[in-house]
């Protein structure tokens, strides 16, 4: 399910001079920095904790260990016997995907969709590489436009942030599916899968249960409260950003405005409903609001399920 063709007229795509651009990142750095102090780091790792376990080293084995983790070449050397002792992986890789369709340059303030994207990656992929994590990029339309493999670094973040900012897509649409597709063809280990998109795209359900049982996804959906609530103005035109379609609509209508108000509600609820099927952690984000009190919010019910 979706509404793309209820979408709203998005802003124009204005490319970043390099020093707009440098800019936009030094202040993106600058807030993350200030996120990860204040402790955001640490709400990260306790709950995004590595896969698995990995050998440490041997100590002699007492009365009430586990015998499968007896070492037998060690205890045959030492005519003794030793347990291999472990503990728990912490590194993992981290995948940051990113929507860059055309909506994503809506907004009805001061900030795009995209640029919100951008601030989350920032963040995210700072608390990552805080927690030595490798952190990469799949940036995607209906097709994948840039893939930038998994890395450790702050370094190597701020060149995915750039990447995220400076890349100007070669498609104007929508295709999740085939974006996971090409996820689950490049990364054969489990990773954590931040998947930030508005969602505004149909028939991804199958693709996105057959990821999620590979791989732990964290959907963050990006939204304008203008394309919730069309205000009453008469007649308007409104254009489809990713097929270009234009409708002229009574804005004042009110069977007009109970429809757009249904269709919203149920994709909502499609939404919530499917990453709830899948046990995937899911934050909704807008352009308008703050985004650090929903994240947090996020990474305390994601602790609170771990827990149960």
Wanted: aromatic residues 8%; proline residues 4%; charged residues 30%.
């Amino acid at each position: 399910m979706a509404i793309s063709n209820k979408k709203l007229a998005s802003q124009p795509s204005k490319t970043l001079l390099p020093a707009e651009l440098a800019q936009k990142i030094k202040l993106f750095e600058i807030h993350s920095r200030k996120l990860i102090v204040s402790g955001f780091a640490g709400e990260y790792r306790s709950v995004f904790r590595g896969q698995g376990m990995e050998f440490d080293e041997v100590r002699p084995y007492a009365p009430g260990d586990d015998v499968r983790l007896i070492d037998w070449n060690v205890s045959a050397r030492t005519g003794e016997l030793y347990i291999k002792k472990h503990i728990e992986e912490r590194e993992q890789t981290v995948l940051l995907v990113v929507d860059l369709s055309k909506s994503g340059d809506f907004t009805s303030t001061n900030r795009t969709k995209r640029e919100i994207a951008g601030e989350i990656c920032c963040i995210l992929g700072f608390a990552a590489a805080t927690n030595n994590d490798r952190v990469g990029l799949l940036l995607f339309t209906d097709k994948v436009e840039k893939y930038v493999p998994p890395q450790k670094g702050l370094r190597h973040t701020l060149r995915i942030v750039r990447d995220l900012l400076l890349t100007e897509p070669t498609s104007p649409k929508t295709n999740i599916s085939s974006a996971l597709s090409y996820l689950n063809q490049i990364l054969r280990r489990p990773a954590v899968v931040f998947l930030v998109s508005d969602f505004l795209d149909k028939d991804f359900a199958r693709a996105l249960k057959i990821t999620s049982h590979r791989h732990e996804i964290v959907a963050i959906k990006l939204a304008d409260l203008r394309e919730n609530s069309l205000p009453k103005l008469g007649l308007i035109e409104i254009i489809d950003s990713e097929t270009e379609e234009k409708f002229l609509i009574d804005s004042t209508n009110k069977l007009f405005q109970e429809n757009f108000k249904r269709i919203i509600e149920q994709e909502e609820s499609f939404l919530r409903k499917l990453f709830t099927q899948l046990s995937i952690d899911y934050v909704k984000l807008t352009t308008s609001e703050p985004y650090e009190a929903s994240l947090r919010k996020l990474f305390a019910m994601r602790s609170k399920r771990l827990i149960k």
